[in-house]
C-alpha cells in the first residue's frame, strides 16, 4: 500500500513580545536588559546544540529536559511563541509520539533558530 506524502510549507514568524522587552528594560535599565537578552540567546543556542545530541541519541528523557530548560528562558526574553512550542514538544515526548515529536521540534528549532537569527542583524523583532 502506497501513502501520499504532504509537504507542509512553513509560515512562521518569530517575534519577541515587545511588553516583556521593555518591561526588563524599565526595570533594569537598558544595559542590563540587553545583557540578559544576549545572554539568554546565548544559552538558548547552546542547549539547541544540546537538544539536537538528545535527539539524535534518541535519549527521550534528555531531550524533554533539554527542551522544558528553554522555556523559562524564552518567557523571561519574550518569545513566547518559542515557549508555547517548547511545552508541545515536551508533550509530544510525554505521548511518545515520534512523528509529532519530530515535526513539532523541528518548529522549536525553526522557530527559535530565526529569532535568534533576527536578533543578531537587529532586525525589528518586536510583534
Known amino acids: 500500500?502506497?501513502?501520499?506524502?504532504?509537504?507542509?510549507?512553513p509560515r512562521d514568524t518569530a517575534y519577541f513580545d515587545e511588553a516583556t522587552l521593555n518591561g526588563l528594560s524599565r526595570d533594569l535599565g537598558s544595559s542590563v536588559a540587553e545583557n540578559i537578552l544576549c545572554?539568554?540567546?546565548?544559552?538558548?543556542a547552546a542547549r539547541f546544540a544540546q537538544i539536537r545530541q538528545d535527539y539524535s541519541n534518541g535519549d527521550h528523557p534528555a531531550l524533554r529536559k533539554s527542551?522544558?530548560?528553554?522555556?523559562?528562558?524564552?518567557?523571561?526574553?519574550?518569545?513566547l511563541g518559542l515557549?508555547?512550542?517548547?511545552?508541545?514538544?515536551?508533550?509530544?515526548?510525554?505521548?511518545?509520539?515520534?512523528?509529532?515529536?519530530?515535526?513539532?521540534?523541528?518548529r522549536f528549532?525553526?522557530?527559535?533558530?530565526m529569532a535568534m537569527s533576527f536578533a543578531d542583524e537587529g532586525t525589528d523583532i518586536y510583534v
Open 67 to 79: 527542551v522544558h530548560a528553554v522555556i523559562p528562558i524564552a518567557d523571561q526574553i519574550g518569545l
Open 109 to 113: 528549532l525553526r522557530w527559535g533558530e
Open 83 to 106: 515557549a508555547r512550542i517548547g511545552a508541545d514538544v515536551v508533550d509530544c515526548v510525554d505521548q511518545t509520539d515520534p512523528v509529532a515529536l519530530a515535526a513539532t521540534l523541528c
Open 39 to 44: 545572554r539568554a540567546l546565548e544559552d538558548i
Open 1 to 9: 500500500m502506497m501513502q501520499k506524502i504532504s509537504v507542509l510549507h
